[in-house]
């Protein structure tokens, strides 16, 4: 068995899903953030400013941005409610309508009267979003928290700018604790790059598809035919009875993780294919495997159903 980001025709187009501009409190304008990451080789990218009242609710219009084997996907980060620790919900829709209906989100504290996040996250959803937990460990979002919001496709399980610039970079945990609940989420890698600081090109996502447009992307995002990586490519899975077989760039660690403890390593020197076996994981309804480069740059498959 082979998974469909793998299987599925077409190839792997490199995109960032979470980026802000001049639109809410991004250093730089949507023309000169698309610039950037065309530039520096990105095949796509989705602006995602704050939507909330004090930036006038954006969904950036990008259209004007695309060509040239570029394209961009409408986007924002959606704010409403408050978490278990009283702080504002941040949750990522890619794919949003221009004009998805503003949430009564004035600015970046909980306000009585609002939607709740959860409800906030199931009309994007609704109105054709790829909807993902933003940050959930700089969110300090409890497990009660990412399980209420049922309408997620996926847990941003790597923000670079919460690495950079807080030590707070991941959503694995969160992930795997609700996959071994039996949600069945993906996983997305994102900058969340603002510009005023060393916050972009550290977290992309690869999309298999069969041509670079917003609407064959998304939906290709939404059935998880996606990873996610820091540096290296995954370029092949294979599941046989008893093992995995794992293709990729040259790494020093591949890693197959399960539910519970369940994980298995194999370490070496610029390994490109690494076979390991199962046994470990009969008993775990899922896996997903990570590969490690010698620079500590990480890619990370989306979870794998066994059963
Ligand atoms: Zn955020
Ligand atoms: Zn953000």
Not at 169 to 181: K, Q, R
């Amino acid at each position: 068995m082979t998974p469909d980001a793998f299987a599925a025709p077409g190839r792997f187009f490199r995109g960032n899903l979470h980026t802000h501009s001049t639109l809410s409190d991004g250093a730089l304008s949507p023309a000169e953030v698309c610039r950037r990451y065309r530039a520096e080789g990105y095949d796509f990218i989705s602006l995602t400013d704050h939507f909330v009242g004090l930036f006038d609710y954006p969904i950036a219009d990008t259209t004007g941005f695309r060509g040239n084997g570029f394209t961009t996907i409408p986007g924002a980060e959606l704010h409403s409610g408050a978490m278990s620790n009283g702080e504002l919900w941040h949750i990522l829709a890619v794919g949003l309508p221009a004009d998805f209906a503003p949430s009564h989100s004035p600015s970046f504290a909980p306000v009585d009267g609002q939607e709740t996040g959860p409800e906030l996250a199931a009309r994007a959803r609704d109105a054709g979003a790829f909807v993902a937990v933003a940050h959930p460990q700089w969110s300090g979002l409890t497990l009660a928290d990412a399980r209420s919001l049922e309408a997620a496709h996926a847990v941003e399980v790597y923000n670079h700018g919460c690495a950079t610039g807080a030590d707070r970079p991941d959503g694995l945990h969160t992930l795997d604790l609700l996959l071994t609940e039996g949600r069945h989420l993906s996983l997305v890698a994102t900058d969340d790059a603002h510009f005023h600081g060393p916050d972009h090109f550290g977290g992309w996502v690869m999309v298999k598809a069969e041509e670079n447009a917003p609407e064959t992307l998304l939906e290709a995002l939404k059935a998880g035919r996606h990873y996610s990586s820091q540096g290296p490519e995954l370029r092949g899975i294979t599941l046989g009875a008893r093992e995995i077989t794992v293709d990729c760039s040259a790494v020093g660690a591949v890693i197959v993780q399960g539910a519970g403890t369940a994980a298995e390593v194999l370490h070496g020197i610029s390994m490109t294919q690494a076979t390991l076996p199962l046994s470990r994981f009969r008993r775990s309804p899922w896996i997903r495997v990570t590969v490690i480069d010698r620079a500590g740059r990480r890619a990370w498959s989306n979870p794998i159903w066994l059963n």
